[in-house]
């Protein structure tokens, strides 16, 4: 992460992988763009013309040169503010769905640059794949070859604004720690090495604005056959990566009954596609 810009932005390098787990989208013919938001973590979810996805939907349109128009149904599992970019996977998903829906057949690079204008996340979780963003996070670098793990998302029911997080980290002093360098190969270990040795640089200033994250962090750092915790984007979301789901699974129990207040998912982050999980 480096100092704010003069386009009001800061630069990023950003290692981004995907979970088996997530909100879901579904879209269908209408007269007019509306938009119901449903789901366990819907209540600070508007419904209205300030969701990224209506956004996204009258963003293809207008490059399409048609009307936006369709009934879209939002199930919201990612919890606001959670620093797992669910808003703008929502506005991915549905550049995605609707580039089939209208049968535009556009390329994921042409959907991606839609989404730069929408949100920096977008153009990431339009490829969906293990993938390192640069700049704002309109350049994309897919990484062939990234192992899968099991892992814990936990959040600790606290929504974090992205904007005080980045302006405590503006007002640190360096704050900018090594990045994330694989040797070749990119097995699990060479993996899990160089994200030891990387960090966010904004857990920091997160934990400024809200303390618990520290909490979370800890309880993650003490389960049994943890390999790696950090936060996930500006928080509060922390996860765990393990071996074997088994590991995981005993883990999220245990976090479970410890602190019955949180948020405690159980996943996988994916690989490469090409490769077969073993």
Known sequence: ????????????????VFADWGDRLTAEAADELMLSVE????????ANA????????????????????????????????????????????ALRAFNRFWELDWPLDMLAGIGAEIGSDVPACVWSRPLRMTGRGERIRLIEGWPGFPALLVNPGVSVATGPVFEAFDAQEGGTGPAFRPSPGLDRESVLAALEAASNDLTAAACQTAPVIREVLGALNGLNGVRLV???G???????????????????AHLRAGHPGWHVFSVALQGDPSITPT
């Open 1 to 16: 992460m480096g100092a704010l810009r003069a386009d009001g932005f800061h630069p990023v390098d950003s290692v981004v």
């Open 234 to 252: 500006s928080g509060a979301t922390c996860f765990a990566l393990f071996d074997t789901m088994a590991a995981r699974d005993l883990a999220a």
């Open 50 to 93: 300030d969701n990224l996805v209506i956004r996204a939907v009258k963003a293809l349109a207008t490059a399409a040169g048609r009307k936006p128009a369709g009934r879209i149904g939002l199930t919201k599992h990612i919890p606001a503010g959670a620093g797992l970019g669910g808003g703008s996977a929502d506005a991915a998903a």
């Open 39 to 46: 789901g366990p973590a819907a209540a600070e979810v508007p």
């Open 230 to 232: 950090r936060m996930s």
